[in-house]
């Protein structure tokens, strides 16, 4: 072999190390930024499942609560407004608000006249 041919070898050896030393790095920068990407998720997916954790505690505490006859009860009257035959219900309305500020007599309370609101309650159970 002449020496050119042996330089041109060469350089060819070179040109056949980088391009490889290249594709490994190409490899390993995307095997960093896979590894990357999965702590990421990781981290999102550890709070969302904490967090899951947090509200099937939470239901199955009010499961439990909810088992029990009279909470169930309790309950159902509350958020359905349902109440026993015979059973009187009082519903106390917010006095009508004007344009004018308003004066407060001191039994009232949050817009009520407490003093009203008794003798009304009174009123109807008919001990007044």
């Given at each position: 072999?002449?020496?050119?041919?042996?330089?041109?070898?060469?350089?060819?050896?070179?040109?056949?190390?980088?391009?490889?030393?290249?594709?490994?790095?190409?490899?390993?920068f995307?095997?960093?930024?896979?590894?990357?990407?999965?702590?990421?998720?990781?981290?999102?997916?550890?709070?969302?499942?904490?967090?899951?954790?947090?509200?099937?505690?939470?239901?199955?505490?009010?499961?439990?609560?909810?088992?029990?006859?009279?909470?169930?009860?309790?309950?159902?009257?509350?958020?359905?407004?349902?109440?026993?035959?015979?059973?009187?219900?009082?519903?106390?309305?917010?006095?009508?608000?004007?344009?004018?500020?308003p004066?407060?007599?001191?039994?009232?309370?949050?817009?009520?006249?407490?003093?009203?609101?008794?003798r009304?309650?009174?009123?109807?159970?008919?001990?007044?």
């Amino acid at each position: 072999m002449n020496n050119h041919m042996k330089v041109f070898l060469s350089k060819l050896k070179i040109v056949f190390a980088l391009f490889i030393i290249l594709l490994l790095s190409v490899a390993v920068f995307k095997a960093g930024y896979h590894f990357y990407l999965l702590r990421k998720n990781l981290k999102k997916y550890s709070f969302q499942l904490s967090s899951l954790k947090e509200r099937n505690k939470n239901i199955k505490r009010e499961i439990s609560y909810l088992n029990n006859p009279y909470n169930l009860e309790v309950e159902a009257r509350r958020q359905m407004n349902l109440f026993r035959k015979g059973e009187k219900v009082i519903v106390i309305l917010p006095q009508e608000k004007t344009t004018s500020s308003p004066v407060r007599d001191k039994g009232s309370f949050s817009g009520f006249n407490l003093r009203e609101v008794i003798r009304k309650v009174f009123r109807f159970l008919g001990l007044r």
